[in-house]
């Protein structure tokens, strides 16, 4: 399966980190019901449930945009040598597979201009930033990194009011503050005329998403307003670290009724492969169909 493709004229390269089982799918979803995973048994497995573990299957990766000006790579995944006690499966990752891919795309850390954080959650922003002489700094040397204001502004306070209480933003944010490697933009920040944010809180305080190319030939990639299938047919199911629940089923609902039945396509960050897809009606939810 191929993991370019195009939006107009647009090259997109999804670089994956890791993908497969995670998560028990009620814990991952408080809401959802025994009866609502039965219901929708037949289309979730083995694509977006695995039959044996029943757990979700899930994706991590970055998605690379090639513009005729720029090259923008949007989440940076988990990053090695990161200290994650609290998720033994990312802790102290010391895999090749995500500079692999990299190279797939036929890109280096050097050739990225723009690193768009939709959200500084730990498995967005690992890549951030690498280990170089005991210190952490930018991995990506040239480029400039967008981090929402709003989101910024929260996690930092987070840090600074109980320290260490976020690594992750300790060793993949503040040493690109510290760089002055970033940019900090509002949430409806546009870079061009094909690539522009979209404020999407819920998940989040100050989520974005990122819209590319033109109308008729564009693509959402959506980062975590959404994580599974299962929350385009039930945008009503909140995930269990969501910052504000209600606000995501409002996110989710007004971005879905707006792309439903249209050309755009939805790439959401951890959606399985192929990871893009349209919306159709399902009922009073919506139904992904995998492109």
């Known amino acids: 399966m191929t993991q370019s ?42 694509n977006y449930i695995d039959p044996a573990s029943g757990q979700l299957m899930l994706c991590v990766q970055s998605y690379i945009v090639r513009t005729p000006h720029h090259t923008i790579l949007i989440d ?117 005329d094909v690539v522009k944010l979209l404020p999407t809180p819920g998940h989040t305080v100050g989520h974005f998403s990122v819209q590319i190319g033109k109308p008729g030939a564009d693509a959402i990639i959506a980062g975590d307003m959404v994580h599974s299938p299962l929350q385009v047919r039930y945008p009503e199911l909140g995930m269990f670290v969501d910052y504000d629940t209600t606000q995501g089923i409002a996110t989710r609902r007004n971005l879905f009724s707006r792309i439903c039945d249209t050309p755009t396509l939805l790439c959401p960050a951890h959606f399985p492969s192929p990871s893009k897809g349209r919306l159709t009606r399902w009922g009073d939810g919506f139904r992904y169909n995998p492109v």
Not at 11 to 20: A, L, N, W
Not at 27 to 39: A, H, I, K, R, S
Not at 81 to 100: A, G, I
Request: proline share 8%; hydrophobic share 35%.
């Open 5 to 46: 493709f195009t939006v107009g004229d647009l090259s997109v390269h999804r670089v994956i980190e890791s993908e497969g089982p995670l998560f028990d799918p009620k814990v991952f979803f408080p809401t959802l019901t025994q009866e609502m995973l039965d219901e929708n048994a037949s289309w979730l497995k083995p």
């Open 76 to 192: 940076s995944c988990i990053g090695n040598h990161k200290p994650r006690p609290d998720f033994p499966f990312w802790d102290q990752m010391t895999s090749d597979r995500y500079e692999k891919g990299l190279a797939a795309a036929g890109v280096g850390f050097g050739d990225i201009d723009f690193v768009m954080c939709t959200h500084l959650h730990v498995d967005h922003i690992g890549w951030n930033t690498k280990l170089e002489n005991g210190r952490w700094v930018p991995a990506f040397p040239k480029a400039k990194y967008l981090f929402g204001e709003q989101e910024l502004a929260y996690w930092t306070e987070q840090e600074r009011s109980d320290p260490g209480s976020q690594p992750w933003i300790v060793d993949s944010v503040l040493p690109v503050v510290e760089a002055r490697r970033h940019q900090v933009v509002n949430s409806d920040y546009q870079l061009s």
